[in-house]
């Protein structure tokens, strides 16, 4: 997992534009002044984005669809209900197949 100090992406964003606005001759030079890991700097001047940033490679629902879950399991709350894993589970696997065609096999949680 990336774990990042707060400001090191900013820098990294600069060290990127003053690379490729010529303020240096090399990345390597560029990590060096600006206290970035020349790896990291050299895989965003390459325009490979954080991981963070990435959104993750396991994710299945849209922002809207993680609202609707998110709802639902408030409104069991709520009701006085409490959310259990195979119940947040069903409903999602049940959204998730809701949103793929018949031909498919919809993709679980």
């Known amino acids: 997992m990336d ?3 707060p400001d090191e992406e900013e820098r990294l964003g600069r060290a990127v534009a003053a690379y490729r606005g010529g303020l240096y001759p090399s990345v390597n030079k560029a990590a060096k002044d600006m206290v970035v890991p020349y790896k990291k700097l ?3 001047n390459l325009g490979v984005p954080s991981r963070a940033a990435n959104g993750g490679h396991n994710k299945h629902f849209s922002l809207g669809q993680e609202k609707v879950l ?3 399991i408030n409104k069991l709350i709520q009701s006085g209900f409490p959310p ?3 119940f947040i589970r069903d409903r999602a696997n049940l959204m998730l197949g809701a949103q793929q065609e018949v031909s ?6």
């Not at 498919?104 to 949680?109: E, G």
């Open 104 to 109: 498919t096999v919809p993709p679980r949680v």
């Open 3 to 5: 774990h990042l100090v």
């Open 42 to 44: 050299q895989r965003r």
């Open 84 to 86: 259990r894993l195979d």
């Open 70 to 72: 998110t709802d639902w």
